[in-house]
């Protein structure tokens, strides 16, 4: 069983940064698509940003230039470096591992509050 575990997450005041990690089980990490999403209070969860295996990236329009995606292949680690944090951007951040068959794997999220 793939098993992905966030953290980073906590409260900051807007324009500040925080990092997230997202560490991921399993030997086939290297192959697999990285991605975080997040869930804000009464909202549906979306996309944020997305790492493939071969380093391209894919960012929501509401955070690219501010949020950077990376990846450790040796640590089966995916980050997420968000700087310029603005209030809406507090959620429920996930990480997301869809492997090369297919399957998706979710983590339990962390939380992330910008206070304004």
């Known amino acids: 069983q793939v098993q992905l575990v966030e953290s980073g997450g906590g409260l900051v005041q807007a324009g500040g940064s925080l990092r997230l990690s997202c560490a991921a089980s399993g030997s086939d990490f290297s192959f697999a698509v990285m991605a975080w999403y997040r869930q804000a209070p009464g909202k549906q969860r979306e996309f944020v940003a997305q790492l493939s295996s071969g380093g391209s990236t894919n960012y929501a329009n509401s955070v690219k230039g501010r949020f950077t995606i990376s990846r450790d292949n040796a640590k089966n680690t995916v980050y997420l470096q968000m700087n310029s944090l603005r209030p809406e951007d507090t959620a429920v951040y996930y990480c997301?591992?869809?492997?090369?068959?297919?399957?998706?794997?979710w983590g339990q999220g962390t939380q992330v509050t910008v206070s304004s």
């Open positions: 997301r591992k869809t492997a090369v068959g297919g399957r998706d794997d």
